[in-house]
């Protein structure tokens, strides 16, 4: 018998380094992403936030945890807070 390699695939916040569902891993990386979006998770500037990362300020732009500021209809950086808790400096 011959060894096999798979790879499964998950997502992992790119904030707090929670993963989206521990039980599951799939081979296909498109259905991560589908269920991330279901599971309110958001992609901005080309990282994921998990529920706990992010929120819709009172200007209905989207607030992540390290600091970042993001138009909420589009992956537009509007601008980065300082001294946020898991900025360095």
Same mark, same amino acid.
């Given at each position: 018998m011959g060894i /096999?390699?798979?790879?499964f695939f998950n997502m992992r916040c790119d904030c707090c !380094?929670? /993963?989206?569902? &521990?039980?599951? #891993?799939?081979? @296909?990386?498109d259905s991560v992403k589908f269920n991330a979006e279901n599971s309110d998770w958001t992609e901005r500037g080309g990282k994921w936030y998990?529920?706990?990362c992010w929120h819709y300020n009172e200007d209905d732009n989207i607030e992540t945890k390290d600091g970042?500021? #993001? @138009? !909420? $209809? /589009? &992956? $537009?950086l509007k601008y980065e807070r300082l001294n946020t808790p898991n900025s360095e400096g």
């Open positions: /096999i390699r798979e790879y !380094g929670e /993963i989206l569902n &521990d039980e599951y #891993w799939t081979s @296909d990386e998990c529920p706990n970042k500021v #993001w @138009d !909420g $209809e /589009i &992956d $537009e």
